[in-house]
């Protein structure tokens, strides 16, 4: 199985979103359902092409046969936190536990090196243990825990913060 990891362009926006809203239907651990995020094309574009000109960010896609299977991200914080980055990572459910999010996660953590971040910041839901072990098996670490974060059908859902320190 060949993977390619490539930074996503404005012209995969339309892709991008296609994903979203594959992957947010395939589990309940994103912010997000089947329904996907509520961009436009234009939107997603010009989102696209700002995180390509942001010095401390960017948007990785996971591509098999030219379709998008996994991504990455890392969105730089600004000011007094400019040090720091939020991590996203998502897979489609088929390739779970085939080293795609490992794929991602090393060249995010390359890339952050490479641009003076020196600290990545995610939250994963508590119960989400396989996540959790693979930002763990790259270093992160749990620093607390944040309560009833997500609420679905009346259930509330906890999750893990973590962060990796670089320096």
């Not at 996203?88 to 490479?114: C, D, F, P």
């Not at 971040?117 to 959790?132: G, M, P, Q, T």
């Not at 009833?148 to 999750?159: E, L, P, R, T």
């Amino acid at each position: 199985m060949e993977i390619i990891i490539r930074e996503a362009l404005a012209e995969d926006a339309e892709q991008i979103i296609a994903y979203t809203k594959i992957v947010g239907g395939e589990t309940d651990n994103l912010t997000f359902g089947k329904s996907g995020l509520p961009v436009s094309l234009e939107q997603e574009e010009k989102f696209l092409k700002r995180v390509h000109d942001d010095k401390t960010s960017i948007h990785l896609v996971a591509c098999k046969n030219g379709k998008i299977i996994g991504n990455g991200s890392l969105s730089g914080l600004p000011r007094r936190m400019c040090h720091r980055a939020e991590l996203g990572l998502t897979v489609r459910r088929n390739y779970w536990h085939q080293g795609i999010g490992s794929m991602l996660l090393t060249e995010l953590i390359k890339y952050a090196k490479g641009s003076g971040i020196e600290i990545i910041n995610l939250e994963v839901r508590s119960d989400n243990l396989n996540a959790i072990h693979l930002y763990e098996k790259f270093g992160f670490r749990r620093i607390g825990t944040l309560p009833a974060y997500f609420k679905i059908n009346g259930h509330y859902v906890d999750f893990e913060i973590m962060y990796l320190d670089l320096r």
